[in-house]
């Protein structure tokens, strides 16, 4: 799926990209393309190597092997050119308890040489306004609850203007409200030019607000591409939801299609309506041709729907169905 | 963002804004402050016991110059320097040396200074100003703390030095104050030791337990006759040679001793820190 554009039109590209520690790949040659102005969902099980990469990415870590360009220059040599236009959030909110948040804000910008130093208040003020910390502000970072660490781990990431955000799990702790913040604040960055990098395992948070998505799986990328790449690998279903289950099943076994069995237990109540589905494996049964059948059948029809198959189901299909973590 | 926070310098400023910060954090730490206080006590204690005591203490007992003290209440903070040197000082220096690279990656903020990017070299060399600053901090808040409780209880007045000379009250200061930049100076060695232990791993405390013990193992070392060809070579030989800095005229040799040592040790442990840290992955 990679496809060979000008390394200029690129945010992030890494070729045969390894990280080994003692005999573990953590990272295991992947090829990123990650394409300027894009929202990139970085997918993958827990232990998959997402922060891993992300390290090797911001020089925090060395490549066994491999190259790297962030931005269009190699990584880490252009590290001092290249991590002022990156603000990052890497494994979690990191502060120093005795400080409150703006000190913490304030000391942690001092490391950016390309931040003034005359606007520095101001700037910390206004992320903290962005990530809606301003009135915890003042507040030390010991006394903040883990969703607020995480808030104030994201203004970190936004005290300079971008040109590209790493966030590692962002959405990682917080409340309803402050996940719908973060879809909001990705998509206001990135309509101001910005490239971002989510990882995540939250297939639903990626499907809303990703334009593209990278699946990794024990060390290696087992898909890339735009998100509609990415579900068209998959099937689309028929969904039924009819109080008369076994009948529709019977319709549509006739129409020459595969309904899944029935779930739940035996003996329940007839009046509470069955889910029936069944894959759509090719173009010679029209949607509307079912329901007709159905409903001359005498199917309570109550809703009907044509799917295309979920990130989650593709999501699953690539990684794999086993709980336990690889390796 | 308001137009004038979105551009860019075209130029990176100096980077002293880092260091600023730096020594804003280690001075603003809560931790910092008692052991200044705690250093601060030991003149104190001494000054109080000496005074409440019933007979002075007679010439060669106890801590050299303590008999001075109740003659002359400046010799209170060069007593406690005494004093501090063979363990306080260097337990304290060994805090904060011990937790400058070691500190910041367990609280996880390595990773976003070097994000940020502080750059690897500049992070070393700020982390080292700011555990100088401290050396400083530790032997002046022990001075000056002798010196204001020695005024407190005892007579003020021109002082005798070791070589039987006089010299008036502003003269002594200056001496003490010479006496300080020796103890501080003696103390940047070992600085520079803990600087190294601390980029060796993620735990602070090892990396301060390290360092203090060093500094025990060094003196045990330098008490040891059997070992005397190592002695000029142990950052702390020449840790209670300031008795020079106190005589009329001044003589400098082990000042300059003293400091020729110190700069070795900052240099070999400075390259051994800069070797080991600039090729460390940071996964913490
Ligand atoms: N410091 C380390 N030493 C040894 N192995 C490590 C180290 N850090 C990570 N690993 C291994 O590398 C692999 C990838 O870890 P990584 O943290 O990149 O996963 P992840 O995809 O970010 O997982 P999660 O979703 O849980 O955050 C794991 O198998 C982990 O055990
Ligand atoms: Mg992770």
């Known amino acids: 799926m990679t496809v060979s554009t000008p390394s200029v039109d690129l945010a992030i590209e890494t070729h045969g990209l390894t990280k080994r520690f003692g005999h573990q790949a953590a990272v ?5 393309v990650v394409p300027r102005g894009a929202v990139f969902g970085f997918l993958g099980p ?3 190597g997402k922060t891993t990469t992300i390290r090797l990415m911001l020089g925090l870590a060395a490549a066994t092997s491999g190259d790297i360009r962030v931005l269009g220059r190699a990584m880490p040599q252009s590290l001092r050119d290249v991590l002022p236009r990156v603000g990052a959030l890497v494994e979690g909110p990191a502060f120093y308890p005795f400080l409150s948040g703006a000190a913490n804000l304030q000391r942690l910008d001092t490391a950016d040489r390309y931040a003034p130093s005359a606007t520095r208040a101001e700037r910390v003020e206004l992320a903290l306004e962005r990530v809606g910390l301003t009135h915890a502000a003042g507040k030390k970072v010991r006394a903040y609850s883990l969703g ?11 005290l300079s203007p971008r040109d590209l955000l790493v966030l590692d799990e962002p959405t990682n702790g917080l409340d309803p ?20 990098f989510v990882s995540s395992h939250l297939l639903a948070e990626v499907e809303q607000m990703c334009t593209h998505a990278a699946v990794m799986s024990s060390g290696r990328i087992v898909a890339q591409g735009t998100l509609a790449d990415l579900r068209g690998g998959g099937i689309a279903h028929v969904r039924i939801r009819t109080p008369d289950g076994a009948e529709a099943r019977v319709v549509l076994a006739r129409l020459g299609l595969v309904p899944a069995p029935r779930v739940g237990a035996p003996d329940r109540p007839p009046e509470l309506d069955d889910v029936v589905t069944a894959p759509l494996l090719d173009d010679s049964t029209a949607s509307e041709a079912i329901v007709a059948a159905l409903v001359a059948a005498g199917v309570r029809v109550r809703g009907f729907a044509v799917e295309g198959s979920t990130l989650e189901d593709r999501f699953v299909a690539l990684t794999g169905e086993g709980f336990d973590v690889a390796q | 963002m308001p137009s004038d926070l979105v551009v860019r310098p075209a130029r990176p400023a100096a980077g002293w804004a880092l260091l600023s910060s730096e020594l804003s954090v280690l001075f603003r730490r809560r931790r910092t402050w008692a052991m200044l206080a705690a250093l601060a006590a030991i003149p104190i204690l001494i000054a109080v016991a000496v005074r409440l005591s019933s007979s002075p203490p007679a010439a060669g007992e106890g801590p050299p110059f303590l008999d001075r003290v109740t003659q002359n209440g400046l010799f209170v903070g060069i007593t406690a320097l005494v004093v501090s040197i063979p363990l306080f000082l260097p337990l304290t220096v060994g805090v904060v040396a011990g937790d400058t690279i070691a500190g910041e990656a367990s609280l996880g903020t390595l990773r976003y200074l070097l994000v940020g990017p502080a750059g ?10 700011g555990a100088a600053a401290f050396c400083l901090a530790a ?12 005024a407190a209880l005892f007579p003020v007045g021109p002082v005798t030095l070791l070589s039987g000379d006089t010299v008036a009250v502003a003269e002594s200061a200056v001496r003490a104050l010479l006496v300080a930049a020796y103890v501080t100076v003696s103390l940047l060695g070992l600085s520079a030791i803990g600087l190294f232990i601390s980029t060796l791993t993620e735990v602070p405390v090892g990396a301060m337990a390290a360092t203090i013990v060093l500094s025990v193992v060094a003196q045990v070392l330098d008490s040891l ?10 950052f702390s030989h020449y840790w209670l040679g300031f008795a ?5 005229p001044i003589s400098w040799a082990s000042f300059g001793d003293n400091a020729a040592l110190q700069a070795a040790y900052v240099l070999v442990f400075g390259a051994l820190a800069y070797g080991r840290f600039v090729t460390k992955d940071v996964l913490t």
């Open chain 1, 28 to 32: 295991d040659g992947i090829d990123l």
């Open chain 1, 46 to 48: 827990n232990g998959s």
């Open chain 1, 148 to 158: 607020m660490k995480q808030r104030l781990g994201i203004a970190n990431a936004l």
């Open chain 1, 177 to 196: 409200q402050g996940t719908r913040e973060v879809r909001n604040l990705v998509a206001s960055l990135a309509a101001d030019g910005a490239t971002v």
């Open chain 2, 120 to 129: 690897r070299v500049r992070l070393l060399f700020v982390k080292y100003a």
């Open chain 2, 139 to 150: 032997t002046m808040t022990v001075m000056l703390a002798g010196a204001l409780i020695g």
């Open chain 2, 225 to 234: 006759s059997q070992l005397d060809w190592l002695h000029p070579w142990l």
């Open chain 2, 244 to 248: 020079d800095l106190l005589r009329q």
